[in-house]
């Protein structure tokens, strides 16, 4: 599996988990997880809104 499949498996469960953005977020950053520009928030984020192939599964 690649990593950025782990990385959104693992965001999934936390979130299901009942954790919130800060934890995951916190736990990802002590975890050694970093944006590919680490530079913090972006203002202007591309959201998309069409059909796409699952990562996660219903399992």
């Not at 599996?1 to 498996?9: E, L, T």
């Not at 299901?16 to 928030?41: E, F, P, Q, V, W």
Request: aromatic residues 6%; hydrophobic residues 30%.
């Amino acid at each position: 599996m690649k990593r950025k499949q782990k990385v959104v498996q693992l965001i999934y469960h936390m979130y299901t988990d009942g954790k919130g953005l800060r934890a995951i977020s916190n736990h990802l950053n002590k975890a050694g997880y970093m944006t590919k520009r680490r530079k913090g928030k972006n203002p202007n984020p591309i959201l998309v809104e069409r059909k796409h192939e699952a990562i996660i599964s219903d399992e």
